[in-house]
Nanobody, 125 residues
Framework: QVQVVESGGGLVQPGGSLRLSCAAS????????IGWFRQVPGKEREGVSC????????YYADSVKGRFTISRDNTKNTVYLQMNSLKPEDTGVYYC??????????????????WGQGTQVTVSS
């Protein structure tokens, strides 16, 4: 049974850092891509950062480039999102999701099959 479990959210002041973790298990083969998506009330879910397994190519939303870094520890089947220089507009529920489909756009959240429960990130003073 596939499981995707996030952790690491919380409350942080502007300019601070957080690291989110995503443990993915139960896949019979390696997933095609895995990534982080953000949901803010009243807005469409958006791709924040994703990585493709085959070639480790990555995607970053323009709003997080230079501040967020996605990384993967294959030995632990865990993906991390290091978030630095956080801003209030980074606030939201962050979901980790994986797909076994060969998606064309890593940020296309609707093509991802397996989702975690989400973790709240709040950036506020």
């Amino acid at each position: 049974q596939v499981q995707v479990v996030e952790s690491g959210g919380g409350l942080v002041q502007p300019g601070g850092s957080l690291r989110l973790s995503c443990a993915a298990s139960g896949f019979t083969t390696d997933y095609y891509a895995i990534g982080w998506f953000r949901q803010v009330p009243g807005k469409e879910r958006e791709g924040v950062s994703c990585v493709r397994s085959s070639d480790a190519s990555t995607y970053y939303a323009d709003s997080v480039k230079g501040r967020f870094t996605i990384s993967r520890d294959n030995t632990k089947n865990t993906v991390y999102l290091q978030m630095n220089s956080l801003k209030p507009e980074d606030t939201g529920v962050y979901y980790c999701a994986a797909t076994t489909n060969a998606v064309e756009a890593l940020w296309a959240w609707w093509d991802y099959d397996y989702w975690g429960q989400g973790t709240q990130v709040t950036v506020s003073s």
